[in-house]
């Protein structure tokens, strides 16, 4: 079956460093645009950054800019956000989410694929 499966979520201090991981089956992975969202309890999904098929492009949201990277490794089938200079506000379950057609990056609604999600929490 088609799957996404992240993992690298827990709990850290504000102003550390998490790394995320989404491992992709049952899809070619090197056709998908891939993205993370992240939702906190009661609000809204919300786009946190994408990336293009082949890694040439890549979007984020405006709080993460300088502090997140978005990256993929398609020999393995993985794409990964790296999360630096952590904040309280970041604290969320965050989704990979893959889209086949390359549709608008930043949309929930153009994503055809979701993992199940991972909790990360940042304390003050």
């Known amino acids: 079956q088609v799957q996404l499966v992240e993992s690298g979520g827990g709990l850290v201090q504000a102003g550390g460093s998490l790394r995320l991981s989404c491992a992709a089956s049952?899809?070619?992975?090197?056709?998908?645009?891939m993205a993370w969202f992240r939702q906190a309890p009661g609000k809204e999904r919300d786009f946190v950054a994408a990336i293009s098929a082949r890694g040439g492009n890549v979007y984020y949201e405006d709080s993460v800019k300088g502090r997140f990277t978005i990256s993929r490794d398609n020999a393995k089938n993985t794409v990964y956000l790296q999360m630096s200079t952590l904040k309280p506000e970041d604290t969320a379950v965050y989704y990979c989410?893959?889209?086949?057609?390359?549709?608008?990056?930043?949309?929930?609604?153009?994503?055809?694929?979701w993992g199940q999600g991972t909790q990360v929490t940042v304390s003050s």
């Open positions: 989410a893959a889209d086949i057609i390359g549709r608008t990056p930043t949309m929930r609604r153009s994503y055809d694929v």
């Open positions: 049952g899809l070619t992975f090197s056709r998908y645009a």
